[in-house]
């Protein structure tokens, strides 16, 4: 059940002439009242046909026009307005049933507090099976305004209990965190004008692709600018930045303003604070085409960025930062990827958006490495190949789980829920991208007793798993992957043995699929030379005591022996 409180208004007869008639876009049928704050001498349109709608309007504005009278500051947002609709599979209620519930709704709001006597004059119109109106004007009858702050949260407690009193379906109960629902209005709007979605939707759409691509705030709103969206920053004597609004292009008022909308109007998370904390937790990075030593590709480097990510769960705070740049990290991929991928993960980054907020504060400063990752990505001016972003899709499917998993332990219902419709997209994106590269691994399989060899291997590495791995469609192009890795140097039955360290293989669909991300991840590079290992390590302990003993390290070396060492030595 949902009751959807609407913002204040000023026309208790405009509202009721809606609720009476015949409906702009749902056909209004037999409207009545069911319940209200004294069904004795309530006129009644929907039931006696010598009652007005200005006969009800006048009897429920009484209060305030009473109020008016005596009080020179008139009240103009006296009408509270909420619907309340059950979901397409419950049962139809009766009017006594509803008459129960509007009760029980307007006792939760603060409109008529229980036992209260001189609350708020109200009544619930019903015009169709499966939802009622609730109009309310709220001056009580003792000239007092009612205390409204927080009635949503009340509200809704309340539709949570009812659903369970009445068999309905359950719905999770609210915490704050989501977005505001698009209006009649909006919607209504859209449609008119061929748009596919509201304006708030889209602007949040391209705010949320324009942060991967931002060190700060005042990048942030010039890169949207830059993309064509108005922006209207707010500022303040200093110059400093205070807040800001976006606008849609072609999105005007009546008389042919641009209509803006502040962040927080468009998503809790979207506000010119939490920007700030996200974006300028850390110093600028040297963009990333600049660099001419680094050891991987962007994509290469984001999968090992996630890797780690289980390492920053155990803390709250922590773990939300993690989650809120694994959003970025989805939405800069999906920007990136390739044109048949691109459906599927927008609405990946989307539906994760739901999963990237909670009532846990964020420490930003902990996911610098998974921010600065999505960063690169959205930076890069080169596409993946596609061993690298099949790999890099499987490891988000895999940190999206970790993060539904996070979700479901702290009973937070909606992102959970969040995360597991974003992990829907985002595995058919992972199947489609691995597909290809399956395909041509399988046709150049080792032959048939390396494969036998190989299979020894997985049997030993992973004996709980090696059944399905071994059964696996995908067997053949890992028995590749393998014999590539120890064609370069690696060991099979270690690698295996790692890749099943980093995820585990026991939810895994098709586990064979997942090793051969791994696996190709990992072995990218030549297995490395045991004697070089040992000189970076001599090397790198001679540093260390070089810094500890500066003046030693310059000491004349005696018998061939560095200095650094004797002084080490003498001591």
Not at 433 to 443: G, I, M, R, Y
Not at 525 to 541: C, L, M
């Amino acid at each position: 059940m949902i009751a959807a409180i609407k913002p204040a208004g000023s026309n208790t007869r405009g509202l009721l002439a809606y609720l009476y008639g015949p409906g702009r876009h749902d056909e209004h049928t037999d409207p009545h009242i069911v319940a209200g704050f004294a069904m004795l001498g309530m006129p009644d349109p929907g039931r006696d046909q010598d009652a007005t709608l200005t006969q009800l309007a006048r009897h429920l504005d009484a209060p305030v026009h009473l109020r008016n009278s005596e009080f020179g500051k008139k009240v103009t947002d006296h009408v509270w307005h909420c619907p309340v609709r059950t979901a397409p599979e419950d049962r139809h209620l009766s009017d006594t049933e509803w008459a129960d519930i509007a009760q029980r709704i307007v006792e939760a709001a603060g409109i008529t507090p229980p036992g209260d006597d001189l609350g708020c004059r109200w009544i619930a119109v019903r015009h169709a099976d499966d939802h009622i109106h609730i109009l309310a004007t709220t001056v009580r009858e003792d000239g007092r305004r009612p205390k409204l702050h927080d009635s949503g949260i009340r509200v809704g407690d309340a539709c949570r209990q009812i659903e369970t009193d009445y068999g309905l379906r359950q719905l999770k109960k609210g915490d704050r965190t989501a977005g505001r629902r698009p209006t009649q209005a909006e919607m209504h709007k859209a449609q008119r004008l061929g748009w596919e979605q509201t304006s708030r939707d889209w602007l949040q759409d391209r705010i949320r692709a324009a942060i991967p691509h931002a060190s700060n705030t005042e990048e942030l709103l010039a890169y949207l600018e830059a993309t064509g969206i108005a922006v209207k920053p707010r500022r303040g004597p200093s110059g400093d930045l205070l807040g800001y609004a976006v606008g849609r292009p072609g999105d005007l008022n009546k008389d042919g303003d641009q209509i803006f909308h502040p962040g927080g109007k468009i998503a809790p998370d979207l506000t010119l604070p939490k920007l700030k904390a996200r974006l300028e937790t850390t110093a600028p990075e040297e963009h990333p085409t600049a660099r001419r030593d680094q050891p991987a590709t962007p994509w290469h480097q984001a999968t090992d960025a996630l890797d780690t990510l289980h390492q920053g769960m155990a803390d709250g705070t922590h773990a939300q930062a993690h989650i809120t740049a694994l959003g970025e990290l989805i939405e800069a991929t999906a920007h990136k990827a390739p044109t048949h991928l691109h459906a599927e993960l927008r609405a990946a980054s989307r539906a994760f958006a739901r999963a990237q907020r909670s009532q846990i504060r964020a420490e930003n400063q902990a996911a610098h490495t998974l921010r600065k990752a999505a960063r690169d990505i959205a930076h890069t001016a080169t596409g993946p190949d596609g061993s690298a972003l099949a790999t890099l899709l499987a490891t988000l499917v895999w940190a999206t789980i970790v993060a539904a998993r996070w979700h479901e332990a702290k009973n937070h219902a909606h992102q959970a829920e969040a995360a597991r419709q974003t992990l829907h997209h985002l595995q058919t994106a992972a199947d489609r991208a691995l597909t290809p590269v399956l395909d041509s691994l399988a046709t150049r399989g080792p032959s048939d007793q390396a494969r036998r060899t190989l299979a020894h291997d997985v049997r030993a590495a992973v004996p709980d798993h090696a059944d399905r791995i071994l059964t696996d469609p995908a067997w053949p192009a890992l028995a590749t992957v393998l014999a590539d890795a120890e064609a370069g140097g690696h060991k099979p039955h270690q690698l295996l043995k790692e890749a099943a360290a980093k995820r585990e293989l026991t939810t895994a669909r098709q586990p064979a699929r997942v090793l051969i991300t791994r696996i190709q991840h990992t072995s990218r590079n030549p297995a490395p030379n045991p004697r070089a290992e040992a000189a970076r390590s001599r090397s790198a302990a001679f540093a260390h005591v070089a810094a500890q003993h500066p003046k030693a390290s310059q000491a004349p070396a005696k018998a061939g022996v560095p200095g650094a060492y004797q002084s080490h030595r003498r001591r």
